[in-house]
């Protein structure tokens, strides 16, 4: 069965320097992979997704990934962090053809300092 | 309005009780699912349907059952809440391997 893992539970940047958020896969074939947000109280927001195609995926907010396959990796990226981007993170994926269930990573948690 | 909606929003119960937790969608999806959420977790998968005849267990289904009345309503339900179950629950709904949309989550609270 296909795997997410998030390797950093917490991280902490400054607003307004680069975040980069770890996310790894386990599957062989090329996965439908996932990046959702959970802000504190709320339900999960759907950030970005990738399929197939162009392997940089530009979502909402001011959020990206790259898909690397040699790395089983899709890791989020944002430029700029701003307060409001205080969150929880979570990669997810669907393993392909017959699947129906969305794995997701255990989460990071990310704290902005102003 | 949101398109997935979710009842109650917050629910203290006590041990043994019964307990339903109600999802209802306007999205016109046929999937919908249930999870629940506990602190460095994540989320884990409780049931899910492809349509109203199509009702599967998930990856934690002991303790729970789920009713679809409807394309557009999924209830989740706890036949004797245990203190365990005290968790964050989401709905959801996808169209076919596409990205799943969420409620805005029960917080339950099993004393």
Redesign the interface.
Known sequence: AQSVTQPD?HITVSEGASLELRCNYSYGATP?L?W?VQSPG?????LL?YFSGDTLVQGIKGFEAEFKRSQSSFNLRKPSVHWSDAAEY?CAT?S??G????T????TKLSVIP | DADVTQTPRNRITKTGKRIMLECSQTKGHDRMYWYRQDPGLGLRLIYYSFDVKDINKGEISDGYSVSRQAQAKFSLSLESAIPNQTALYFCATSARYNEQFFGPGTRLTVL
Do not use: E, N, P
């Open positions: 539970i439908y996932f959702y709320q339900g999960l927001q759907l997704k979570f669907y392909g053809a699947s129906y269930q969305l997701f990573g255990k989460g």
